[in-house]
């Protein structure tokens, strides 16, 4: 078995977890309680809040978690909350003919070359503007990158009302153009995530944007390099509200001609 399932069945079994009424509420279990139920193990993969916790896939979710149809959420620093239901979206594979761009890149260079980081690709991808180009907005910078914290906000997940606060979310690049904010999350090859890291950034954005009165629309992009094409696809939340809202709105992929793509 991997750690993570013997980890959580662990947990399940000290607090009852498999007896919870799912349909009536999530559970809510806190970092302090996961330490306890796994402090016998001697793996840091068997008892480290932050492994444990890291479901990013459905495929990396615990066993137990797959066969009772759970997801794992965090709503504050140390507190987390078990749902049941759909947690994940699906990222497509994108059938149409592969773009051909043109680097805005006045040299070839050699940096982008040397290792093979998604946030490496992500950076290169917007020095040529690629970036830029998927969004249709010339005016986007970098202005946003790292860990943040959220501010209070509430959402509707599978029917339940859930309160998040001071969450931390980490972007992997976000975006300000003249009209909008446009957040990036940057995987390898996936065919899922987890909805909560692209809802948990877009909140936040929206929330700071809509409290200081800014009147920018905040969109969410996730990102990944294929070989040698870049992969974007732009989603959407139709209600602000609701985690489960999520909408694919379009995608597209890229190869690179000029610069370090020319050679």
Sequence with gaps: MRNVDVAWEAIFTAYEIGDHDFELSPFEISAEQIKQATGQFDKTGRREVRVLCKQDTREARPFVFQKLGLFILPIRNGKFIIV?????VDIPVIDEVIEVHRSALKFEPVTPLIGNSEMQHLDFAYAASIIRTFAEDESLVLTIRGRHYTPRFTFQVNGHTITAD?????????YEGSNQVVLVEAKPAVNNTIIRQLYYPFRQWSENLRRDNHEKSVSTLFFGKYRNEYLLWQFRFEDTENYNSIKLLRSKKYS???????S
């Design 84 to 88: 049941k239901g759909e947690g994940y």
């Design 166 to 174: 001071s969450v931390q979310t980490e972007v992997d690049a976000g």
């Design 256 to 262: 690179l001609v000029g610069g370090a793509h020319d």
